[in-house]
């Protein structure tokens, strides 16, 4: 079964640089959120779209921003990075609001 | 607000026996219960779910999870530990009766089963 794809699964960046991370969802769900684990961490919520519409925010900095698009893939932009935003960047996706199944994550390193 | 409680970091048990991770659990409306785990460098892979339902939730791998609406509880079971169970378990909630349908995470409780 198709499951959710993210890509990349490795990005290493420089302080003040700009970074996106892109998520796939399950064919059919229309809903997809991003969470951040920091090392050592639980998942925390940031932010969440359905039906290309953002449906709820967490703890997204001013600094990050994402989407929906038309064929239900989103995109997380992260500017001026900080060392602290390195984490593990998880997408998960769901039909309405059922049950969220998780990509595999995007390790993003700030150096 | 909704928030998860794993009270403890770590869980050791031997191969063979049974195991328990605890959650404890706080929403204003429904309780909607999950369990993920998570093997290093990988994403988060779901165990089972409390939505209605028999209290005594059956999941993946053997794994088990008993919903105890009185104290607020939905513990992670199984009656017989595997070294490959080692991993990180994590158990997360949100409020079924809102739109607000976004997961809130414990902090994880790491099992490791010795051979």
């Known amino acids: 079964a198709a499951g959710v794809i993210q890509s990349p699964r490795h990005l290493i960046k420089e302080k003040r640089e700009t970074a996106t991370l892109k998520c796939y969802p399950i064919p059919r769900h229309d809903t997809v959120y991003w969470y951040q684990q920091g090392p050592g961490q639980d998942p925390q919520f940031l932010i969440s779209f359905y039906e290309k519409m953002q449906s709820d925010k967490g703890s997204i900095p001013d600094r990050f921003s994402a989407q929906q698009f038309s064929d239900y893939h989103s995109e997380l932009n992260m500017s001026s990075l900080e060392l602290g935003d390195s984490a593990l960047y998880f997408c998960?996706?769901?039909?309405?609001?059922?049950?969220?199944?998780f990509g595999p994550g995007t390790r993003l390193t700030v150096l | 607000a909704q928030s998860v409680a794993q009270p403890e970091d770590q869980v050791n048990v031997a191969e063979g026996n049974p195991l328990t991770v605890k959650c404890t659990y706080s929403v204003s409306g429904n309780p909607y219960l999950f369990w993920y785990v998570q093997y290093p460098n990988r994403g988060l892979q779901f165990l089972l779910k409390?939505?209605?339902?028999?209290?005594l939730v059956k999941g993946s791998y053997g794994f088990e999870a008993e919903f105890n609406k009185s104290q607020t509880s939905f513990h992670l079971k199984k009656p017989s530990a595997l070294v490959s169970d080692s991993a990180l378990y994590f158990c997360?909630?949100?409020?079924?009766?809102?739109?607000?349908?976004?997961?809130?995470f414990g902090k994880g409780t790491m099992l490791l089963v010795s051979p």
């Open positions: 409390y939505i209605t339902g028999d209290n």
């Open positions: 998960a996706s769901s039909w309405t609001k059922g049950e969220q199944f």
């Open positions: 997360a909630v949100r409020d079924g009766d809102s739109g607000y349908s976004t997961l809130t």
